[in-house]
């Protein structure tokens, strides 16, 4: 079977590995397409650097426009001289959805799968039907979305979250990389997750640096651990030089993407509390059962943009699945230093808090299809059952 599959960002590679994964292990295939270091070790030769498709926001995306374009029409020509039997395109609407509405135009007959149910409930319903004109089958992550796309046309399957199967690393494994980086399990250790595109990091990277000084202030020996993505990591080193808590880096530069990922769970493991921007990395944080604040900065126009449209009140899929507000989330224009930092100075000392979250982020990881079929391997069947219809 030919495959030509499309992730544009690492939380869609990761997503994207793993159905690889079981796509493999139903029988011989044969990959084309686009993705990072995930979807690279299932054998896939990426026709470009994934990370020319890693931007968000309507400012900053206009400058890229160009160069979008020209990655559009390369993975179009590279589709069609493939000719593959399906197209799995993995979040990224703006760069997927676009090369296969291209490529189902040219071949109305080629089928094409969507991996991650655009989030609908929440903000733009017409996306959908929108959709649906370039999209045969949707999988989705989370266990309310298949009627949604089924009412818009599309036949969907829940095949869950590859982030409920993933190894949890052992005690002796995060102590390992306490002493390996250093870190004293003994004083407290905040993980400051700023993104993993270049544009998270440059907006967050400045506000989180203030948000730490509450925190320092009233609790001594305070460490900050940053989990760097590899495509910022770099920018990252350069970032917190002149901050004044040392920070200790992890660096997956030299590992497999599978160490790097399992690393990275380790330090989440290893953390009391973690801030992040607002992304799949909560989800990754919850089955690490660590507890968190979660915070998004974008530039005027896209903040009025999704403050316009969206029809709920959270961005956090712990908060939306078990519909409660336990995870605090200070986005736009609450993105601020002196909001944010008094919230990780608490959550850092509330045990009753951290009780609290771990039992809705469990409830969240069970949601998603902890106890069952690997994701990956529910998303591979779903895409073979949809092929045999």
């Not at 407290?188 to 907006?203: N, Q």
Request: charged residues 20%.
């Amino acid at each position: 079977m030919k495959v030509f599959i499309l992730a544009g960002e690492p939380s869609g590679d990761k997503l994207g590995g793993a159905l690889m994964a079981g796509l493999s292990s139903l029988g011989p295939v044969q990959f084309q397409g686009v993705g990072g270091t995930m979807m690279q070790a299932q054998g896939l030769r990426s026709l470009f650097d994934m990370s020319d498709l890693s931007v968000m926001g309507l400012l900053e995306v206009l400058p890229k426009v160009p160069k979008l374009l020209k990655r559009v029409k390369q993975t179009v020509a590279a589709a069609k001289a493939f000719a593959p039997d399906v197209l799995i395109t993995i979040d990224s609407p703006d760069f997927c959805l676009r090369v296969a509405g291209k490529l189902k135009e040219a071949n109305p007959n080629l089928k094409v799968v969507h991996y991650v149910a655009p989030s609908v409930w929440a903000w733009r319903p017409e996306r959908a039907e929108k959709m649906a004109k370039s999209v045969d089958h949707v999988l989705a992550l989370l266990p309310f979305e298949p009627p949604y796309m089924e009412a818009a046309g599309m036949s969907c399957d829940f095949v869950g979250h590859p982030v409920v199967s993933e190894p949890v690393p052992t005690e002796d494994e995060v102590n390992a990389l306490a002493a390996e980086l250093g870190l004293d399990r003994n004083r407290p250790i905040l993980c400051l997750l700023p993104g993993s595109r270049k544009g998270e990091v440059a907006r967050m990277g400045p506000v989180y640096r203030w948000c730490i000084a509450p925190s320092a202030r009233e609790l001594a020996g305070l460490q900050i651990l940053m989990p760097a993505a590899a495509a910022v990591v770099e920018q990252v080193k350069d970032m917190v030089e002149d901050w004044a808590l040392r920070t200790y880096i992890l660096d997956p530069t030299g590992f497999s993407a599978e160490e790097a990922e399992h690393r990275k769970r380790a330090a989440f493991r290893l953390a009391d509390v973690a801030l992040a921007t607002s992304g799949t990395v909560a989800l990754e944080l919850a089955a690490a059962e660590c507890p968190m604040v979660v915070a998004y900065k974008a530039n005027y126009l896209t903040t009025r943009m999704v403050k316009k449209l969206a029809r709920i009140d959270t961005a956090n899929l712990i908060n939306i699945v078990t519909n409660t507000r336990v995870i605090p989330e200070f986005l736009f224009e609450n993105c601020t230093p002196d909001q944010i930092g008094p919230a990780v100075a608490t959550l850092l000392t509330d045990d009753a808090a951290h009780t609290e979250q771990r039992a809705a982020c469990n409830q969240t990881i069970d949601a998603l299809g902890r106890g069952g079929e690997d994701p990956g391997q529910r998303a591979a069947k779903s895409v073979m059952n949809f092929l045999a219809r």
